[in-house]
Every structure is written in structure tokens, then in C-alpha cells.
């Protein structure tokens, strides 16, 4: 199985100041179709969760644009350009490729300082 | 609007049984493979079970095979989870969710498996 690891599984942010979620793969997530399915997802406190980017840095619809993800192979990165106090919740990547099981990231928790 | 709705979630002694149930409304359901996600209470989400659209296909986790059953209903656009021999590392939110990049998700039902 492929294990997600992300880091920091803590991040204390300040509003208006970036941050940034490193998630890392056992390895690599490029398909034999050429694509790479790692999404991420953010679940705010007492809520579902909700897929923010798909395929490494497609944002989905109403999804702010302060959110980007990039990265590939194994190495994917989230960031938030500017955190809202409406950011505040858990962060979570997964990958789609190796399958099954699907397996998610244990998650990071971002607060405001 | 795209839209799942999961039921039938309750306290179940271990060793009980309970079946999940997830509506589906405003996409083509029969088009689509379906999964459920749970997570444990304070802890992150891990992919249960996952069926194809003609329920040819099924995958489950390791730690649920020979326990839990995913079916589908395409005519009632509903999908199930028949959950036997419940542990009590079962004790979950379970969430179903589109498969394809998960991209839609219920708002989850809880189950308690506790004497």
C-alpha cells in the first residue's frame, strides 16, 4: 500500500501570513495514463470533508484562490497564500493512482495563532 | 445540486450488525463508482469500500473484508453498507463519497459499537 506522509501535522498560522503543507508519497503517484492523482481536502471543525484541488493543482469550483497545490512524483506540496480565519480545520491529501485501498495523509491541523 | 445522504447509523453491541445507507441525487449515479470513507472519533479518514458502477467491481481495507458488504441500488440511486461482526475500532463517522477523486461527499452517519 502506499503511505502518505504529511508535515507538518501541526501549523499555528497567523491571518494574512502563508502556509504551506508538505505531503509525501512511498511512491511515485504518475499513473500509467500519464496523470497524477493526489487531491486534497480540507474538513473544517463538525463539518464533511471537501476536496479543494484535485490532480496536484486543479483548484474545484469555489474553491479560493489563495489554494494551490503543486509538487509531483512524490513530493506534493499545499499552500494557502494568505490564511482566513475560515481556513482553520484539518488538511489532508490522499492518492488516487495506486488503488485499492486509497489512502489519505494523517492530516494537519491548521489554527490561528 | 449534487447531493449525498447517509442513514442508519446507531449503537450496536460488538458483534452486531448495522447496514448503511447513502442517497444520491443530482448526478448520474449509475455512472459512477461509489466508496465509503470513515473516521474514527479525533482521527483521520481512511477508504473503507469502493463498487463499481454495475457492482461487478468491489474493493474493501483489509481490516473489513469478510465483515462488511458495499452493494448498490442503481434504480433507487441509493448505495449500502452491511456491516456484520462489528468491532469496536469500527466506531466511526462512515461517509460515502464519489469515487472519482472524491470529489462529493455526504455529511456522514455515526456508529457506536460499545456494550
Known amino acids: 500500500d502506499v503511505v502518505m506522509t504529511q508535515s507538518p501535522l501541526s501549523l499555528p498560522v497567523t491571518l494574512g501570513q502563508p502556509a504551506s503543507i508538505s505531503c509525501r508519497s512511498s511512491?511515485?503517484?504518475?499513473?500509467?495514463?500519464?496523470?497524477?492523482?493526489l487531491n486534497w481536502f480540507q474538513q473544517r471543525p463538525g463539518q464533511s470533508p471537501r476536496r479543494l484541488i484535485y490532480k496536484v493543482s486543479n483548484r474545484d469550483s469555489g474553491v479560493p484562490g489563495r489554494f494551490s497545490g503543486s509538487g509531483s512524483g512524490t513530493d506534493f506540496t499545499l499552500k494557502i497564500s494568505r490564511v482566513e480565519a475560515e481556513d482553520v480545520g484539518v488538511y489532508y491529501c490522499m492518492q488516487g493512482t495506486h488503488w485499492p485501498p486509497w489512502t489519505f495523509g494523517q492530516g494537519t491541523k491548521v489554527e490561528i495563532k | 445540486e449534487v447531493q449525498l445522504v447517509e442513514s442508519g447509523g446507531g449503537l450496536v453491541q460488538p458483534g452486531g450488525s448495522l447496514r448503511l445507507s447513502c442517497a444520491a441525487s443530482g448526478f448520474t449515479f449509475n455512472s459512477s463508482w461509489m466508496s465509503w470513507v470513515r473516521q474514527a472519533p479525533g482521527k483521520g479518514l481512511e477508504w473503507v469500500a469502493n463498487?463499481?458502477?454495475?457492482?461487478?467491481?468491489?474493493y474493501y481495507v483489509d481490516s473489513v473484508k469478510g465483515r462488511f458488504t458495499i452493494s448498490r441500488d442503481n434504480a433507487k440511486n441509493s448505495l449500502y453498507l452491511q456491516m456484520n461482526s462489528l468491532r469496536a475500532e469500527d466506531t466511526a463517522m462512515y461517509y460515502c463519497a464519489r469515487t472519482k477523486g472524491m470529489d462529493v461527499w455526504g455529511q456522514g452517519t455515526t456508529v457506536t459499537v460499545s456494550s
Open positions: 511512491q511515485s503517484l504518475v499513473s500509467s495514463d500519464g496523470n497524477t492523482y
Open positions: 463498487i463499481k458502477q454495475d457492482g461487478s467491481e468491489k
